[in-house]
């Protein structure tokens, strides 16, 4: 891989897919900034196992200052950012015996801003202080977590999820809106999705999830190579290669 070297951010690095994409990184040879608000004190073992440069960043993305005062932080230590993998947010773990989330008629309207500043805002915030960064250096890549599409049926479904899915929907506007602005400066920005399980019990859940985190790690790696003529697209990994999501495709 050739993100050896390279100094990568990785949001929501405490746990889940964001510890499993900063091992990932870790154990090809980047120097890392692990961020979140949580503890990432095992995730901060886990990458020194690979013997590379990483630093923990406690940040609460939703705060504009706070989150300047990383990027800078990260920036003075390592000299340079040439990744940003936006993962952080507030999920939705239905399929895990968690219970669900209000309809919007019922939603307070404090858990849909909280939702939508920790997801959107954050993502927002972080891609706005590193861009001057990748701006001067002349280049870098940028990864969000969004994806979606309204363009599937409407149909009668179970509730609760649903600004989370505009949270998703709306970071990967975000994401081809940031990437016409950046195409001159050689910033390359892509959205990208995990993927999941669907219908399965909680256990098998749990146990595809597993799997999942697995290789996700190495898969975002691979979007972080990703060439300037799939910025602003949503890009997935098969058969070990990046190419464009399913509906991203040419009909």
Known sequence: M???GKTVI??????GHGRSIAVAFASQGAALALVDVAPLDQTLADCRAYEGEVVAVPTDLRRPNDVRAMVEQVHDQFGRIDVLVNDAGIVTHFRYGEPRWPRIADMDPE???NVMRTNLMGTFLTTKYVLPYMEAQGGGHIINF???SIGRPVERGDPGAAVYHV???AIRAFTHEVAIEELDKNVCVVSFGPGGPGGETPDEVRASAAKINMDLGMRVVAA???PMELTGRMVSVRDGKLAL???EQPS
Do not use: I
């Open 2 to 4: 050739a993100v050896k």
């Open 10 to 15: 990785v949001t929501g690095a405490a746990r």
């Open 111 to 113: 858990f849909f801003d």
């Open 146 to 148: 969004g994806q979606g």
């Open 167 to 169: 949270s998703k929907l």
């Open 224 to 226: 972080a190579e990703a």
């Open 245 to 247: 999501a399913p509906d």
